[in-house]
């Protein structure tokens, strides 16, 4: 209030100023994100990082054109059949589903839906996402630690060549990574009030994250759970209500479709690939679940027992994250967020319990320990391109730890700490350009005097050292890690596993170009490699059918610069090549004049063919729906014999098409072997652009 006296002897007037407008809902969001301390370039640069990001993950995109066939063929069916975009089958006849829920699949599918089937409409969503994590990582990091650290790490996750790979690609790894970030962007917003709604859509992105990839995308939960219980500004008893509403919320968003299906008759709705039971749980705990951790249920020869092939991550232990099959995809920053982790939580030991820098650092420390572990030790099938979903942890911890030394960089400790943090992103990457020592040697000595140079400038006080630490330290951080990326966009990637960085990593063995598809069946190991750019031969595990084309079930290997197989693909992700040959979006061709006879058809299946990745071929270059007998490998339960039988005598299948290398059947063991056996008892096989065919309409024998 405020007193008045108009002259000496009057009285004196008490006057209450008038009460404040409260701020409108609006306001009252801006002013929990504190635009006041926001810089003025804050926002334009912000939209220069996700501009760049898109043209990074945009640019060129189509030269992949299908990039992984057995999801593109799965898009392409879903175009025909809602029903098959539902259940996420290999065709719209919905004989049997992909090996993983369909979340991914959904957002490719209505994009193909809208624009049409080709490379654009199939891969621009995954990039999409991709712009969209970075946007999200850089919100969570500045909410906690300013601008420049959001702006560094969002700059570092686009660079990270596993996020170039993925989100150039359509494997469901993209769509995780978004999902997973999307969920650390809620608990940073429930740390700060407390929220139970922004701690119940954080379980709602977990939801379909398991959606996604089904148990890979809740490594991250007990981080969510454990830095709720510990920081959130509210007392305990609301903390663990909150945390059990947010896993109410998890459960709703994932098991309304794992209900879905189990309730959905078994007769009316495809084979669930890769369970052995036709059963959903079945894939969750079997073949998605324990069995990626101990090698069991079709995981066998993932990585335990000293295999090193580059299509199973190298041998468990620490140090597979940085061995040649996943160090190039993930481990640039890797030692540097170890080391920011343990240095922020040491200079925030003394905070209050609601410290959100701590709580930052446990969010982010919590994710990348765990999923690091997993995948260290999971004897299972492992891919190197898994690590992505470790990309956003590791950039975050290094901006969030970076950040809160640079804010008391006065002492000496935590100089040293800042300085530790660049020796380890800046000497480990040497290191990892050293393994590529042909491509760009140079790059090599300029991150390492770049990072001798920021130590240096840390042991002179002043703002202009400061400026000279930021500037170099940034060099000595990402330049090995986005020198790598580019490289990895500038790259086609085609087959079931793409590699990062430019041809001399990729056929050195860095993580390059690998052998087999990406499941086996215990007991089973890869028969034969091939190197980047090299006509597809196939590779499959012993038992299995072979193809038509030559690739079997297990998939054909990734390419990169040194080339897309026989044939390529075309910027749409139609075929093109000779006239004796049709490109296929994994690298490998197939006979025209088969494909011609395939496009003829009227039947709901033109042809079935043993293997998920030849039918994905085929049905790629016909634009018609094809069984894949026994699912990825082979051996799954679909169709028996006798529902095959049954396809057969009302119509349903044209053609069965054989191997030459097996004598014109479709496998020897499983229900490939007896199908093709009776196929090749009834029906008389033809040959057809060198490929064995069985006319199933013919009168039978």
């Known amino acids: 209030m405020t007193t008045t006296l108009d002259r000496p002897d009057a009285q004196l007037r008490v006057v209450d100023p008038p009460s404040p407008t409260p701020p409108r809902k609006g306001r009252v969001r801006r002013l929990v994100r504190g635009p006041a301390d926001e810089p003025g370039w804050a926002r334009p640069a912000l939209l220069v990082l996700l501009g760049l990001t898109a043209v990074l993950y945009l640019w060129n995109l189509s030269a992949s054109g299908n990039a992984n066939s057995f999801y593109a063929a799965a898009v392409e069916q879903g175009t025909h ?108 917003r429930a740390l700060e009030s407390a929220s139970w709604r922004w701690l119940a859509l954080a379980g709602s992105a977990l939801g379909f994250a398991f959606l996604t990839k089904m148990l890979q995308g809740l490594l991250v939960l007990p981080a969510f759970a454990l830095v709720y219980l510990v920081c959130a500004p509210t007392s305990l008893r609301k903390r663990i209500g909150h945390t059990l509403l947010a896993g109410l919320s998890l459960l709703a968003s994932a098991g309304w479709y794992v209900l879905v299906v189990g309730l959905w008759p078994a007769s009316a709705r495809p084979y669930i690939g890769g369970s052995t039971d036709n059963s959903i749980l079945d894939l969750v705990f079997g073949y998605n679940g324990l069995g990626r951790l101990f090698g069991s249920e079709g995981n066998g020869g993932g990585g335990g027992g000293g295999t090193t092939g580059s299509s199973f991550g190298g041998a468990t232990g620490l140090t597979r994250l940085f061995g040649s099959e996943m160090g190039n995809e993930i481990s640039w920053l890797l030692p540097a967020a170890l080391v920011a982790f343990v240095a922020g939580l040491v200079v925030t030991t003394r905070a209050a319990r609601t410290d959100r820098t701590r709580a930052a650092l446990i969010l982010w420390g919590g994710w990348a320990l765990v999923t690091a572990l997993v995948f260290s030790y999971m004897q299972g099938t492992i891919h190197p391109y898994y690590t992505v979903a470790l990309a956003p942890a590791l950039a975050a911890l290094v901006a969030v730890g970076g950040a809160a030394l640079w804010r008391v960089r006065s002492t000496v400790l935590t100089r040293a700490g800042l300085g530790a943090i660049v020796v380890a992103a800046g000497g480990w990457s040497s290191v990892l350009l050293g393994r590529t020592s042909s491509w760009h040697p140079e790059l090599r000595w300029v991150v390492l005097a770049a990072t001798v140079l920021a130590v240096l400038a840390l042991a002179v006080p002043g703002r202009l050292a400061a400026r000279g630490v930021v500037v170099v330290g940034l060099v000595a951080a990402l330049l090995g890690t986005g020198a790598f990326g580019v490289a990895t966009a500038a790259s086609p990637h085609t087959g079931s596993i793409p590699s990062v960085g430019p041809a001399a990593a990729q056929t050195s063995g860095m993580g390059g170009g690998g052998a087999s598809g990406g499941r086996m069946r215990s007991g089973t190991a890869p028969t034969g490699t091939r190197p980047s750019g090299a006509a597809s031969t196939g590779t499959r595990p012993s038992g299995t059918g072979s193809s038509a084309t030559g690739s079997s079930g297990t998939g054909s290997s990734g390419t990169g610069s040194g080339g897309t197989g026989s044939s390529g693909t075309g910027s749409g992700g139609a075929p093109s090549g000779s006239s004796s040959a049709a490109a296929i979006g994994g690298g490998s061709s197939t006979s025209s004049a088969l494909v011609a006879k395939l496009k003829a058809t009227t039947s709901t299946w033109a042809a079935a063919v043993v293997g998920d990745q030849t039918a994905a071929e085929l049905e790629l270059a016909s634009g018609k729906a094809v069984i894949a007998i026994g699912g990825w490998s082979g051996t799954d339960n679909s169709p028996t014999p006798a529902q095959f039988e049954a396809y057969v005598k009302a119509g349903k299948i044209r053609y069965f098409i054989g191997s030459a290398s097996s004598g014109g059947q479709g496998g020897s063991s499983g229900v490939g072997s007896q199908i093709a056996a009776w196929v090749a008892k009834h029906y008389t096989a033809t040959t057809v652009g060198g490929q064995t065919v069985y006319d199933l309409s013919a009168a039978a024998s």
């Open 81 to 188: 059949s809602w029903k098959a975009w539902f259940f996420g089958s290999l065709d719209s006849g919905n004989s049997i589903t992909v090996d993983k829920p369909p979340a991914a699949l959904w957002v490719m599918g209505l994009s193909t839906r809208i624009f049409g089937f080709n490379s654009w409409s199939l891969l621009v969503p995954q990039a999409l996402e991709g712009v969209a994590a970075v946007g999200l990582l850089y919100g969570a990091v500045r909410r906690v630690a300013g601008v420049p650290a959001g702006l560094f790490a969002g700059a570092a996750l686009a660079l990270t060549p596993a996020a170039v790979l993925m989100f150039r690609f359509d494997n469901p790894d993209a769509l995780l990574t978004l999902l997973l970030v999307a969920g650390a962007y809620a608990v940073t």
